[in-house]
């Protein structure tokens, strides 16, 4: 009997994948107060996370409680050296860790992530013990993490893992802060910067995000963590492996009609509001006129 019932599950499950077609290769959308699993594809498949890796670095640093008004100096440790990735942060410049969290949460600078895990107590080595703590802490049976900025392929993990991860960084408010702000502007050098979320969706009309990182590399393709609220109540959504950005904006955008039920809204029309200036927001404001 538990076996026809879960395979009844599962075939529910695949039907409701199939019935909104999806770019992203690796899907799972749980609603967070019932677990209650609302879409479904490949959640098992083992993948490259890219910079969805970040949310575990933010959460071993949070949990180090280390001072979060300390400069850090950014390295030529720091620069990436595998991806050759750009950065805006250049070699010499001195910021606040809290400044580093910010730009690798909601920029998802690789300097500032590698920065933090240098710093880390104990440096590197003391970096990648604790994440791996955190990781069997969390249950994540099926997560792998070398390095704190996702731009290694051998940092893994599977929908499902990533699902647990988001829960436990939900819980932390300075990721649900930074990781939402629309934009910022950090003290660079004694020059003013703006820097800007990666993920379209935040701040745009009729979207309420809770916590969001959004992640690339070659192998781990358009990847995307979120938690939504819709309908009212809140889910988290995983994509792993879209093939470009507008493949993975428009299947955040199906999803969450889907889960809302409201059909009375075409995917088009939202799409057209993300085209509008998105102000900063009040938590960016506050932390700026506290530093």
């Avoid at 071993?60 to 001072?67: G, N």
């Avoid at 720091?78 to 805006?88: A, E, F, I, P, T």
């Avoid at 963590?225 to 009212?232: C, E, H, L, T, V």
Wanted: glycine share 6%.
């Amino acid at each position: 009997m538990i076996k026809k019932t879960v395979a009844a599950l599962l075939m529910s499950l695949s039907a409701a994948a199939m019935a909104l077609p999806l770019g992203s290769q690796n899907v799972l959308v749980v609603e967070d107060d019932t677990g209650k699993v609302l879409l479904e594809k490949n959640a098992t498949a083992q993948v490259p996370i890219a910079s969805l890796t970040k949310l575990m670095t933010a959460m071993v640093v949070l949990d180090a409680k280390l001072d979060m008004k300390e400069t850090i100096n950014i390295d030529r440790a720091d620069v990436d050296v595998l991806k050759h990735s750009q950065s805006r942060v250049p070699v010499g410049a001195a910021i606040s860790r809290a400044d580093a969290l910010q730009l690798a949460l909601m920029s998802s600078d690789n300097r500032a992530a590698a920065a933090l895990a240098r710093t880390f107590p104990g440096g590197q080595a003391g970096f990648k013990r604790a994440v791996d703590v955190k990781i069997k802490s969390l249950g994540l049976t099926n997560t792998v993490i070398e390095e704190p900025t996702g731009l290694s392929p051998h940092n893994r993990s599977t929908a499902s893992d990533l699902v647990k991860m988001a829960n436990a960084a939900s819980k932390y408010d300075t990721i649900r802060d930074m990781s939402t702000d629309s934009k910022d502007t950090i003290n660079i050098n004694g020059r003013k910067v703006e820097y800007r979320n990666t993920n379209r969706l935040v701040g745009a009309k009729g979207w309420d995000i809770g916590m969001s990182k959004t992640g690339y590399t070659e192998e781990a393709g358009r990847c995307l963590i979120m938690r939504i609220k819709s309908a009212g109540k809140y889910s988290t959504m995983v994509l792993l492996n879209a093939g470009a950005s507008s493949a993975r904006l428009m299947d955040a955008l199906k999803i969450r009609k889907y889960i809302s039920g409201d059909e009375e809204k075409p995917v088009k029309r939202v799409k057209q509001s993300l085209r509008k200036k998105a102000p900063a927001s009040k938590a960016a404001t506050k932390r700026r006129r506290a530093a």
